[in-house]
């Protein structure tokens, strides 16, 4: 007989996790959220514990509520077969256990919007193999890929409580590698081995932004991208990123422009100096940062004829950490205190502050942290001039905002990395304006329950994925 207390099995078999292709009990709570608020308003008022701004809510956008404000950093795990870039159950293994442990977020690794910009033959990708000639094929290919990504969407859609609004979001990292693709996965060898034909490269077809001299010494195969080719390489994030939400099921995108990857290396005067003479590098920051400005347009676009809504996220590197070079030699934390509020303008909701990869850094350096909470204070400021300037003409619309597309300004929310590894320190960042979500990536890799350890650190009680918390207390 069941005691009082119990939970009618019956009543959580009959109602398994609704639209995910398979079996899998529906979870009360989306696990990763305070139980505080479980509590009536009496209880609460009597209660210590103040539930820790990391572990509070937070909302992206309507509808897109994370249950707390960790997330998994952008890992790239170098797994994929290299004759389909698929996910395989490596990925599905890694990734699906972050969200069962209550994680708020997660963005999955850098994935190739084209085969030759995977920065190593193990990369994840979503393209067409255009070396499959029979369109069929290809096509059937590219189902295979976003068949793959869907598994991981898929599970993370399938732990949202029945009784929760909060829910953890996966979110995917499109990229192009630019100069830095065709290299040996970082698992053989940390830094920059580029693998030719023999060894399952492809150093003939790599290209990127055009050389200066330094780069032409580490990547003398690189060709110039032409003005052509870098439209091409939009429209090929276009449809990445449409299929990402439509095919795939993702719940944010993130636009990979840091780390010397192909975008990056266009918004960077050390590596577009301005030899390129077109309008992606004449020498003017308007031109460095087009390239990103017109993904973001295509997202807009993208957004205004499907009437979809969903988080935006930019990965920059804040500084190429070559702070004391000559002004307008390297990028630095200057010229992102400018992007920051354009990337608002141009719909942006999060940008995760990264910084360095482009080129060999100088001492001394910026932390990270201390990048993210300028930038977060440069958005600040800028939303405040965007309202006062609202205010006093209604009918104008912030300078920068592209007015072809009419879009939303996005929500202006800052995630930081670097570091964190105590739940303290996530904690003080939130709560000194440092950002709005903590990211972390060696340290999941270490411990994939760092939620639940940082729960722990502060004293919260978070609820636990349904099949393991129960044993600990932590569903009912
Ligand atoms: C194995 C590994 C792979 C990474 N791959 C990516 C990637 O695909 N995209 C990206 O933007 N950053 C990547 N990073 C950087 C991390 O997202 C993160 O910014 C970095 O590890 C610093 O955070 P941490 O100190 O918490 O580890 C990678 C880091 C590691 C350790």
Redesign the pocket.
């Known amino acids: 007989m069941l005691s009082e207390n119990t939970i009618d099995p019956d009543k959580v078999m009959a109602k398994p996790a609704p639209n995910v292709p398979f079996f899998i009990p529906r979870q009360p709570l989306t696990p990763g959220i305070s139980r505080l608020h479980k509590q009536d308003e009496n209880q609460k008022e009597n209660d210590k514990l103040e539930t820790p701004l990391l572990f509070q809510p937070l909302t992206i956008l309507p509808n897109f509520t994370i249950p707390n404000r960790i997330g998994v ?5 170098y797994s994929a077969d290299p004759k389909d870039g698929k996910v395989t159950p490596f990925h599905l293994t890694h990734y699906n256990g972050f969200a069962i442990r209550g994680v708020g977020l997660t ?1 999955l ?2 994935v190739s919007v084209t085969k030759n910009g995977r ?1 190593t033959p193990n990369d994840l990708g979503l393209f067409k193999d255009h070396d499959i000639k029979d369109e069929h094929d290809r096509d059937s290919k590219y189902m295979e890929q976003i068949e793959g990504l869907k598994q991981i969407c898929d599970f993370y859609h399938s732990q949202q409580g029945s009784e929760s609004k909060e829910r953890q979001l996966i979110g995917i ?1 499109l ?1 192009h590698g630019g100069i830095k693709s065709s290299q040996l996965p ?2 053989f060898g940390y830094g920059d081995h580029p693998i030719d034909e023999s060894r399952g490269g492809w150093l003939n077809d790599v290209h990127g932004i055009s050389l200066t001299s330094r780069n032409r010494k580490m990547f003398p195969y690189a060709k110039t991208m032409t003005t052509a080719e870098v439209w091409q390489v939009i429209d090929e994030f276009d449809r990445a990123i449409q299929d990402s939400i439509c095919k795939c099921g993702f719940d944010f995108i ?1 636009i ?1 422009a ?2 010397g ?1 192909l975008i990056n290396q266009f918004m960077s005067p050390a590596t577009n100096d301005g030899s390129r003479k077109d309008e992606f590098g004449n020498g003017t920051f308007e031109s460095r940062i087009k390239i990103l400005l017109e993904i973001l347009k295509k997202i807009q676009n993208f957004k205004k004829l499907s009437n979809l809504e969903f988080p935006v996220f930019v ?1 920059i590197s804040a500084s190429d950490n070559d702070e004391s070079s000559e002004d307008g030699e390297t990028w630095k934390l200057k010229d992102s205190l400018k992007l920051a509020p354009i990337l608002v303008d141009y719909g942006v909701d999060v940008i ?1 502050v ?1 910084s360095g990869g482009n080129v060999a850094p100088t001492k001394p350096r910026i932390p ?1 942290w201390e990048m993210a909470k300028q930038i977060k204070a440069a958005i600040v400021a800028h939303s405040q001039n965007n309202t006062e300037k609202l205010s006093h003409h209604s009918t104008s619309t912030p300078t920068t905002t592209p007015t072809s597309i009419n879009s939303r300004p996005g929500r202006g929310l800052v995630a930081a ?5 105590e739940g303290e320190t996530a904690n003080k960042y939130l709560e000194e304006q440092v950002c709005d979500i903590c ?7 270490k411990n994939p329950n760092q939620v639940e350890k940082w729960a722990d650190e502060l004293k919260s009680d978070v609820q636990m994925n349904m099949q393991v918390g129960w044993v600990f207390h932590k569903v009912w």
């Open positions: 950093s952008p890992m790239c795990l963005i690794e850098s920065t990292q990229s970082l698992y993130e990979h840091a780390h990857y990965r995760n990264s990270q990395v670097g570091r964190i590894h990211l972390s990536g060696t340290g999941f890799l």
